[in-house]
């Protein structure tokens, strides 16, 4: 560390900037703050409080790395828990105090080798090292549907749930059904007098367990020696490097054999031949992201629900009307139609050294070199950004190697090897070509469908090779990348 702090600004208090602001801390920074545009921790998990509201990574992998939950109560984490889980840990070490809630940047420019920053409230601020930790799927996608205003029903979108209307007895309709959609009409099953769950495109169902941990286990999972054991981290990785395997190979028997598991799904869940069929895909399983549920084919065979497949003509004021011309009366409805994936930071407007402007260096496509810095944005560091491994798989161990790639980066600021940190452009652009020639061998690209992963020009955004390969890249930068020579042993 030198004599003089440097000050760090990380925007953004969810799960990625309280990673970094524990992270600086254990590191003895001691000029950091967060700023945090809502009232309180979370991101994601703050904002979604839809029913049924899930993750499907198994529980006792969606932490953080040193600090484990014994307290799941069941194999894969309900929202609330995890929301509770980021609260907790936020508390212990000391993000709260160093954060400074009800800020919602707007600018940030980087000029005389600092980053200044404008707030919404009119406040300012500046910092030698910014950390970008403002999420991925944060801004809600609403669905060009006619008529929408016109509905004398409630009316919102899955990330923005209106918990002032009742449920039960109602008649609901869910359009989308990603893992979302999915979720949230397995939750109200046979709640609702009439569950409508609205289909553009048929998805493949991966089925997965989500049974509760008893009391006797989750006692037993507070000795750190039984909860290791119990999460068997080897089979889990392989897991993972199977996942993403599947999707970089799709000849490979791993791809192979998860597809055939979704489709084995459909088969043995689905007892009406003609329900079956409406829910059979024409892409290839795993092109869209897959979505994992224990318990969706059953609910939507519950007698009160219904799968709707054609297509939606218009929203009316007593409810949906489809091509057909049926008019479907609710009394609920509300938009499972995802996130504007490619935002990342923006709206905000960032600017980088000689004025260029980050619309300007995305013009195509968001990108970044190795998905955490960028030319011409020196000394600031993205957790989660464009072009990062997104997937079935724990987004905290992501942003953790990302963190500590990071870590070896500030470092050659702190030893004075440099007072800018940012790739050549040429390695930027060596990756983007080799990143976007791999992204065209996915089965995002190859599997016949569309999804939140493709790009404007169609082309994945998402990390394309396997997972060790992104482990590889962020054990150690390359060093030459950005300008510099190998750091003296120590
Ligand atoms: P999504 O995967 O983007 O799905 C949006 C859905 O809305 C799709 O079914 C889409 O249909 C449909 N849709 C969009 N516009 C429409 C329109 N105009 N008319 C009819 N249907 C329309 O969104 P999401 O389900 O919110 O999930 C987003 C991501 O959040 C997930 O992929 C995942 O990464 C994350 N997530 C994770 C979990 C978890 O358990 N870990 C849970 C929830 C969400 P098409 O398929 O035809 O486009």
Redesign the pocket.
Known sequence: MPEKQPRIIVLGAGMAGILAGIRLQHMDYRDVTLYEKADRVGGTWRENTYPGL????PSHFYTYSFERNPDWTRHLPPGPEIQAYFERTAQKYGINALTRFGEECTEAAYRDGRWHLQFASGHRDSADILIAATGV?HHPKY???PGAGTFQGALFH?ARWDHSVPLEGRRIGI???????V?IVSALAGKAALLEH?Q??PQWIMPVENGHFTEAERAAFHDPAVLAQAMNVEEYMASVEAYTQSITDIDSEASQAMAQACRDNLEHSVVDPVLREQLRPDHLPLC??LV?SPDYYQAIQHPQSRLVSTG?QQIEAAGIRTVDGELHELDVIVF????HADAFMRPMAITGRDGVSLADFWHDRPKAYLAVTMPGFPNLFMLNGPNGP?GNFSLIDIAEHQWAYIERLMARLDAGDCTEVEPSLAAMEAFEAERVEAAKRTVWYRGGC???YLDAEGIPSSWPWNFQRFVDSMAEPDWAAFGLSPPRAM
Do not use: E, H
């Open positions: 899930t993750c499907d990574v799927l669905p060009d549907i899955s359009i989308g059904n990603g893992s979302t959609g979720q609205y553009r495109t869209k992201r994992f939606i499972a139609t995802g996130f997104v569309v999804s939140w």
